[in-house]
């Protein structure tokens, strides 16, 4: 992906080198606490030291409270650099699509943040994922999860991880369009058909990702290999591929998200027409 380091963007917010939310409650653990968490950390593979915004020391066994070194948020700053730029390129896009709608475009907020986070929508952990919060309009993200995509998930690429901003702005777009809010308003009302209504704004959200990503393609932002990225990132994270990587057996009646073939389809027509209104996941419901 093609792309220019413009600093930061002002609708970026960095928390990183922020202590732990949960953390900052000063939560007691104890000597018996100590020995539960390492317990835990080590039946999950999970560092819930790290996750509390506390590190064991080696000279007396118990936890301190630790910040990311400024080295390493150092290191981070050109990644840093290409979220901003994406973040500012999908809003501008959306700017433009918003045009003579009668709707105002107001920017999102992106949250950078470490382990844990303080939302509007309450306190998040970094294994939860990049999500979009409509109470504070904020998009959070912590850039491990990208690890996480490359790794765990098999989808590498700058432009994997374009998708993924992408598509949780794109919940800020069905945030000021009253689209959310008439999904959550559908599922109190039809509390059978809440799942079905759930995939069909996350899969909206894929599609709003293909139309930035055909903008980006007529602007020539967007290099060999790249649509296949964001295709792969897409399918990467389908309800049926998530089921498969825990072995639980894919039950489509659970499904929140979409399957890996839905949510590639709807990204793929949402780059094939460039329209938002291409994006009625409800209709086709």
């Known amino acids: 992906m093609k792309w220019e380091d413009r600093g ?22 104890g000597i018996g606490g100590v020995l539960l968490l390492f317990a835990l950390s080590a039946l999950t593979g999970t560092d819930l030291f790290a996750l509390l915004g506390l590190s064991p020391t080696a000279s007396t066994g118990t936890p301190q409270t630790a910040a990311p070194a400024e080295q390493s948020l150092a ?19 959306w700017q433009g699509a918003f045009e003579g ?5 107001r920017d999102a907020t992106l949250v950078l943040y470490r382990d844990a986070v303080q939302s509007g ?8 994922g990049p999500f979009y919060c409509p109470a504070d ?6 850039l491990s999860f990208y690890d996480t995509l490359r790794e765990r998930y098999g989808a590498p690429g700058d ?50 990702a293909g139309v930035w990503a055909a903008s980006a393609e007529a602007r020539s932002i967007l290099e060999h290999g790249d649509l296949e990225e964001g295709l792969n990132a897409a399918a990467a994270v389908g309800d049926d591929r998530l089921a498969g990587r825990t072995g639980r057996i894919p039950n489509q009646e659970t499904f929140t998200h979409g399957s890996s073939a839905q949510r590639t389809q709807w990204f793929r027509t949402g780059f094939d027409t460039g329209d938002p209104n291409a994006c009625d996941t409800f209709a086709a419901r």
Do not use: K, W
């Not at 929508?121 to 939860?128: H, L, S």
């Not at 309009?137 to 912590?142: Q, R």
């Open 75 to 93: 290191a981070e700053e050109e990644h840093v650099r290409f979220v901003s730029y994406v973040l500012d390129d999908v809003q501008v896009t």
């Open 8 to 29: 930061r963007s002002p609708n970026l917010e960095d928390r990183r080198a922020r202590r732990s939310p949960v953390a900052r409650a000063g939560i007691p653990l």
């Open 137 to 142: 309009t904020s998009v959070y993200l912590d």
């Open 121 to 128: 929508c309450g306190v998040a952990p970094a294994a939860a």
């Open 159 to 208: 432009f994997a991880e374009a998708y993924v901003i992408a598509h949780e702005i794109g919940h800020h777009v069905q945030h000021l369009l009253g689209t959310m809010d008439a999904m959550r308003s559908a599922q109190q009302a039809r509390p059978a058909d809440a799942n079905a209504l759930s995939v069909a704004l996350e899969l909206q959200a894929d599609c709003y």
């Open 101 to 105: 709608s009668g709707v105002d475009y």
